[in-house]
C-alpha cells in the first residue's frame, strides 16, 4: 500500500520537481527562509549569506516519506570574505534507483548591513537505473533588505529562464518567485512570513515562528497554505555547534523528520 | 507603592481621562457572539450570556475583590490574562485606579477599554456598596413576535400535518436578585405555532423553567435548586449550555469553565433539572448533583414485534407545534447524577467528573453503516480527569475523558505569550469514534466531539497598539464515516484576520477564512467517492463613530463554495445607522441590507442587532433585501419598551421557505414588541 501511494506520489508532476531543503529550522519555520538569514539560506535566499561573519559548514538529512528509503541529503558551506559571501550546496534526493542531484554556487554581498543580494548557479542532474542520466543548468537571484534591527524583508527568483531537462525527461525544474519578511518581535520571539508563487500552481501563503527560551534552545513552528502542511520543530546551540530538528507534516504524505547539524569555524 | 508606579499611574489617568465619558462594548459582544454562531449553525440562546454581562455592568465587579470565577464571566479575558490580573493585584496590593490595568503585563489597551464598563474600585464605606449588599431587585420582561404572513402551517386543514398552535411567540421572564449572592429566575415561553391555554398541559405556557440559586454560603459556596448549568474542564464530558468555538478570538479555544451556574435560557433541552451544590473546603471544592426531567424523544412503543418501547431519536428542537411533535414532547425522561471533585491552588486547577446519564428506555443506534459506532442503551457512565496549569507565560490545559464500556477522548493545549506583542496557542485533539458523552461541548469541526483527531494552531500579534492579526490553521481528520461522507475523511481550516483602530470609534477589519472538507461526490449511487468541498469567505468591516449619537457599521462579505462542478458565489452588504444619545429616551438602530447568494451553500451568516438581551444570526440566502429597524423607549424610571420591525424582499420566486414554514409571495416581515419592568 505504501510503495502503490509512492508510485502514484512520484508520477504527479508539481509533487515530483526537486524540493529545495533549506535546513532543519527553516523547514519547521515553515520553509519561510526568504527574508532569513543564516547558512541553510544556500538553499533558500542566498542573499541572507551575505550577513555571516564566520565560516560555517552544515548537512542535513531528511526522511521524506517516512517508511520509504526515500530521503534528501544536504550540505552546505558558506566562506565570508570582507563584504562577500561564497557559498556552496550539494543536495541528493531520491532513493537507490531515482537520483536527483543538486550542485550549487552562490555569491553575495552585504551593502552596509542595509541590503544584501546574490546571484546562484545550480547545475542539476538526474538519474535513473536502467535508463541513464542527464543534466541541465539554472540560476536563482535574491535580495534581502534590513531597514531596522529587527526587520528584513526578502525576494528570491528561482529559475526565472525555466530551464529544463531535455523534453525526453519528465522531470521539471521549479520555477518560483517568492517574497516575505521577517520580524524580531523580541529577543525571544521571530516571526517569518512568505508568499511563494510558482508557474504551474496557485500562491503558497507560509508562516513561520521561533521561540527561544533561553539563548541555546529554541522552539519553532510554522504553516503553509498550499499544500496545507504543518511544520515543528526545535533547535540547540552548544559553542561552536548547532543541532536542529523538524517534523513536517503533509495531508496525504504523512510526517517527514529531518535533521540538520551546523559547525562554525 | 513604588514611586515609579505612582509616577506612570499619574501619566495615564492624564491621558486616559477621556476614556470614561462613553464607552462601547455591544460591538465586541456582537463580534463575539457572531463568531460562536458560525460555528454552531444551530440556534443557539445567548440571551443568558448577555443577560449576565448586562447585570456585571450594572453591578460592576470591585477590582479589589473580583475572583477567577467572576472574571471568567468576562469572556473576552483570556486564561493567562486573567493569571496575571490576579499576579498583579497579589504583589502590588490593591488597585487604587482603573487605568492602573494598563499596568499589567499582558492587558493591551484594547483589553482595558473591554473591561471599563464592567469594573469599578470600591472606596472604604462608599454608600452604594452597602446599599446593594441587602437589597432586592425584580425584572420582569414580556416579549411578544410574529410573522406577519401566514405560513403554510396555519392554512392548512386540520385533516393533514399543521401547526396546533397560533403563530405568534410569547416570552416572560422574570428575575430577582437579592445582593449579589441570591437569585432567582423564572422563564415561560411560548413558540410560534405551539398551543396556548387550556388545551394543554402543562397549563398555559409550552416550557417552564424556573431557578433559585445562593452563593457564598460558609462551607456551601453554590447552591442551586431548579433548573441549572454544568461547566467543567475543557467541555469533553460535562458542559451544558454556550461554549465557543474556534473562531477569531484565538484564545478562545481554551475553555474557561465557570462549575455550577444557574439556568435562565429558553433553551428547552440543554439544561439540568434538580438540586446541586458546591461545598468548599480549603482548597478543594465538591459539586455533588442530580437532576431529572422529560425530554422529547421519538419512541417506538412495545408490540408484537419488539419485545420493549425503544428511543429512535432525541429530539432537540424544543418546538411542539404540530402532532407528532406533541406526541414525542416529554416521551421519555432523563436522569443525571454524579459528582465533580476539583483542586484549585496557586496555578493549579485540576479535577474529576463522574456521572451517569440513564433514559427511562434503550436508546437505538441509527441503521446506517456511518453511525454503526453511535451509542446504544439506556445508561452511559462518564469519567474525565482535567487540569490547567499556569506557568510563567505558559498555560497548558488537558482533558482526558473515558465512557465506561466505550471510548476515549484527549484534549490538550498550550497558550503562551511569546512575547507581550505575540501570542500563539497549540491545541491537539482526538475523539475515538465510540466515545460518547450527552453533554460534549469541546472544540471539534463536526457534529460532536466523537470520531475526529486534529492539531489545531494560532497566533495573534499585535503589530503595533492599533494594529491586530489573528491567524490560525486546524488540520482534522475523521476516521470514521460521517453523515454524507462514505469513508474516512480529512480537511482543514484557515482563519486570517487583520484590523486596525485607525481612530477613536473607528476600526476597519478584513478577514479570510477558508474551510475545505471532503463529502460525497453528487452520484446517486450506494457508496459515494468523496470529492473536496471548498468554502471561502471574505469578509471586510468598517465601523465609525459618526458623532456623540451616531455610529455607523458596514460590511461587504462575499463567500465562494466548490464542489466539484458546482460553484457558487454568495454576497451580502449592509449598512448599519446606530443612533444612542447620551440621556435620551429613544435609542434605535436599522440595517439595510442587499444580499445575492447563488444557492443555499453559498448562504452567509450575519449578526443583527434585536431587542435586548435577544440576538439573532439569521442566514442571508437567495437575492434580495432585507431591513429591519430597532428602537427602545424609555417610558420611565422602571419600565422600557423595545419594539423590532424587520422584512425581507426577495427579487425571485414564488414562495419563501419549505414545508409548514413556507409563505407565499416574495416578502416575509416580521415583528417583536418587549417590556421590561424593573424594580430597584
Same mark, same amino acid.
Given at each position: ?57 552544515? $548537512? !542535513? ?12 541529503? !544536504? $550540505? ?41 543580494? +546574490? ?66 518581535? +523580541? ?11 510558482? !508557474?504551474?500552481? $496557485? ?55 529531518? $535533521? ?6 | ?24 462594548? %455591544? ?13 454552531? &449553525? ?21 477590582? *479589589? ?24 493585584? =497579589? ?66 386543514? %386540520? ?25 432567582? /429566575? ?19 405556557? %409550552? ?26 474542564? &475543557? ?18 479555544? /481554551? ?28 482548597? #478543594? ?24 418501547? @425503544? ?30 471533585? @476539583?483542586?484549585?491552588?496557586? /496555578? ?138 462514505? /469513508? ?47 468554502? %471561502? ?16 457599521? *458596514? ?78 423607549? =424609555? ?35 416580521? #415583528? ?9
Amino acid at each position: 500500500m505504501l510503495w502503490l501511494s509512492v508510485i502514484v506520489i512520484l508520477s504527479t508532476k508539481g509533487l515530483f520537481a526537486q524540493n529545495i531543503n533549506a535546513g532543519a529550522r527553516i523547514t519547521a519555520m515553515g520553509q519561510t527562509g526568504v527574508a532569513l538569514q543564516e547558512v541553510w539560506s544556500v538553499q533558500s535566499n542566498q542573499a541572507g549569506l551575505a550577513s555571516l561573519h564566520k565560516p560555517i559548514a552544515a $548537512i !542535513s538529512y531528511l526522511n521524506t516519506i517516512v517508511g520509504t528509503e526515500i530521503n534528501t541529503q !544536504s $550540505i552546505v558551506f558558506a566562506y565570508p570574505y570582507g563584504h562577500q559571501t561564497f557559498g556552496w550546496s550539494m543536495q541528493s534526493f531520491g532513493f537507490s534507483a531515482f537520483k536527483e542531484r543538486r550542485y550549487g554556487f552562490a555569491y553575495a554581498r552585504n551593502f552596509n548591513d542595509v541590503l544584501f543580494a +546574490s546571484l546562484n548557479f545550480n547545475y542539476h542532474q538526474l538519474s535513473i537505473a536502467g535508463y541513464g542520466h542527464t543534466g541541465t543548468y539554472s540560476v536563482e537571484a535574491g535580495l534581502q533588505y534590513k531597514p531596522s534591527e529587527s526587520l528584513i524583508i526578502g525576494a528570491h527568483v528561482v529559475n526565472p529562464s525555466a530551464s529544463s531537462y531535455d523534453a525526453a525527461v519528465d522531470a521539471i525544474l521549479p520555477v518560483f518567485a517568492e517574497a516575505g519578511s521577517s520580524y524580531l518581535f +523580541s529577543d525571544k520571539v521571530l516571526l517569518s512570513t512568505a508568499l511563494v508563487v510558482s !508557474s504551474k500552481r $496557485i500562491a503558497d501563503f507560509r508562516t513561520g515562528l521561533e521561540y527561544s527560551v533561553i539563548p541555546q534552545l529554541a522552539f519553532r513552528g510554522g504553516v503553509s497554505t498550499h499544500p496545507f502542511k504543518q511544520y515543528a520543530g526545535f533547535g540547540y546551540a552548544i559553542d561552536h555547534l548547532c543541532i536542529d530538528g523538524a517534523l513536517s507534516s503533509h495531508p496525504a504524505l504523512g510526517y517527514s523528520p529531518q $535533521i540538520s547539524l551546523a559547525y562554525e569555524f | 507603592m513604588s514611586f515609579k508606579r505612582q509616577l506612570l499611574l499619574l501619566v495615564l489617568v492624564i491621558s486616559f481621562q477621556s476614556g470614561f465619558t462613553q464607552t462601547e462594548t %455591544d460591538p465586541f459582544i456582537e463580534t463575539l457572539l457572531e463568531s460562536i454562531a458560525e460555528n454552531n &449553525q444551530s440556534e443557539t440562546d445567548y440571551s443568558e450570556l448577555s443577560e449576565r454581562l448586562y447585570f456585571i455592568k450594572q453591578h460592576p465587579y470591585d477590582l *479589589n475583590t473580583v475572583n477567577l470565577e467572576q472574571l471568567t464571566d468576562l469572556v473576552f479575558l483570556n486564561p493567562l490574562q486573567i493569571t496575571s490580573f490576579l499576579d498583579y493585584r =497579589r504583589d502590588n496590593g490593591p488597585f487604587v485606579e482603573i487605568q492602573e490595568l494598563q499596568l499589567i503585563d499582558l492587558f493591551t489597551e484594547e483589553t482595558v477599554q473591554y473591561m471599563i464598563p464592567f469594573i469599578m474600585i470600591a472606596k472604604p464605606g462608599m454608600l452604594e456598596i452597602k446599599k446593594s449588599q441587602a437589597k432586592s431587585t425584580h425584572e420582569l420582561m414580556t416579549t411578544y413576535s410574529r410573522t406577519i404572513e401566514k405560513q403554510k402551517g396555519y392554512l392548512v386543514p %386540520d385533516t393533514v400535518s399543521h401547526y396546533t398552535g397560533s403563530p405568534f411567540k410569547l416570552l416572560n421572564r422574570y428575575r430577582y436578585h437579592y445582593g449579589k449572592n441570591v437569585s432567582g /429566575a423564572v422563564t415561560m415561553e411560548k413558540d410560534a405555532g405551539e398551543p396556548f391555554g387550556a388545551s394543554t398541559k402543562p397549563y398555559g405556557f %409550552d416550557f417552564y423553567s424556573a431557578s433559585l440559586f445562593i452563593r457564598n454560603g460558609r462551607y456551601v459556596k453554590k447552591l442551586a435548586l431548579g433548573d441549572y448549568s454544568l461547566q467543567f474542564g &475543557q467541555g469533553l464530558s460535562l458542559w451544558s449550555g454556550l461554549s465557543f468555538g474556534k473562531g477569531a478570538n484565538i484564545a478562545g479555544i /481554551a475553555k474557561l469553565q465557570s462549575g455550577l451556574k444557574p439556568y435562565s435560557s429558553t433553551n428547552e433541552t440543554e439544561f439540568f433539572r434538580g438540586v446541586a451544590a458546591t461545598i468548599a473546603i480549603k482548597h #478543594f471544592e465538591l459539586t455533588p448533583f442530580i437532576s431529572y426531567h422529560a425530554v422529547d424523544a421519538s419512541v417506538n412503543t412495545a408490540d408484537t414485534l419488539i419485545n420493549e418501547s @425503544q428511543i429512535s431519536s432525541l429530539s432537540i428542537t424544543g418546538l411542539h407545534r404540530t402532532a407528532t411533535e406533541l406526541d414525542n414532547k416529554g416521551a421519555a425522561s432523563q436522569l443525571v447524577f454524579g459528582s465533580v471533585i @476539583q483542586y484549585s491552588g496557586k /496555578a493549579l486547577r485540576s479535577g474529576v467528573i463522574v456521572y451517569q446519564t440513564r433514559y427511562n428506555y434503550n436508546l437505538e443506534s441509527g441503521q446506517s453503516l456511518y453511525n454503526k459506532f453511535e451509542f446504544a442503551g439506556s445508561t452511559l457512565t462518564n469519567s474525565s480527569v482535567y487540569y490547567n496549569y499556569t506557568w510563567n507565560n505558559l498555560y497548558s490545559f488537558a482533558e482526558v475523558s473515558h465512557s465506561v464500556n466505550s471510548g476515549f477522548a484527549l484534549i490538550s493545549g498550550l497558550m503562551g505569550s511569546l512575547s507581550n506583542k505575540v501570542s500563539a496557542v497549540l491545541f491537539y485533539r482526538n475523539y475515538q469514534k465510540n466515545y460518547y458523552s450527552f453533554f460534549n461541548k469541546a472544540i471539534n469541526e463536526g457534529s460532536n466531539a466523537s470520531n475526529e483527531s486534529g492539531f489545531y494552531s494560532g497566533l495573534t500579534v499585535a503589530l503595533t497598539p492599533k494594529t491586530e492579526i489573528s491567524f490560525y490553521t486546524d488540520f482534522f481528520r475523521f476516521p470514521w464515516l460521517r453523515y454524507r461522507v462514505d /469513508a474516512p475523511s480529512s480537511g482543514r481550516e484557515l482563519l486570517a484576520q487583520a484590523s486596525w483602530s485607525l481612530k477613536k470609534g473607528t476600526k476597519l477589519s478584513f478577514r479570510y477564512k477558508s474551510n475545505v472538507k471532503e463529502q460525497n461526490d453528487a452520484g446517486e449511487n450506494t457508496i459515494n467517492y468523496l470529492v473536496p468541498v471548498h468554502k %471561502d469567505n471574505y469578509r471586510l468591516d468598517f465601523l465609525t463613530k459618526l458623532n456623540a449619537n451616531f455610529q455607523f457599521r *458596514n460590511r461587504v462579505e462575499v463567500v465562494q463554495y466548490k464542489k466539484a462542478l458546482n460553484s457558487q458565489l454568495g454576497l451580502l452588504i449592509y449598512q448599519d445607522v446606530l443612533y444612542k444619545p447620551m440621556g435620551s429616551k429613544l435609542s434605535g438602530n436599522f440595517r439595510v441590507a442587499f444580499f445575492h447568494c447563488d444557492a443555499y451553500d453559498s448562504r452567509i451568516y450575519a449578526f443583527e442587532n434585536d431587542v435586548l438581551y435577544s440576538y439573532s444570526i439569521p442566514a442571508y440566502q437567495d437575492k434580495g433585501y432585507r431591513f429591519y429597524l430597532n428602537t427602545r423607549y =424609555r417610558l420611565s424610571r422602571s419600565i422600557d419598551a423595545w419594539f423590532k420591525y424587520a422584512i425581507t424582499q426577495y427579487s425571485s420566486g414564488e414562495d419563501i421557505g419549505s414545508g409548514l414554514d413556507l409563505i407565499e409571495g416574495r416578502h416575509k416581515s416580521d #415583528f417583536k414588541i418587549q417590556v421590561r419592568y424593573s424594580l430597584k
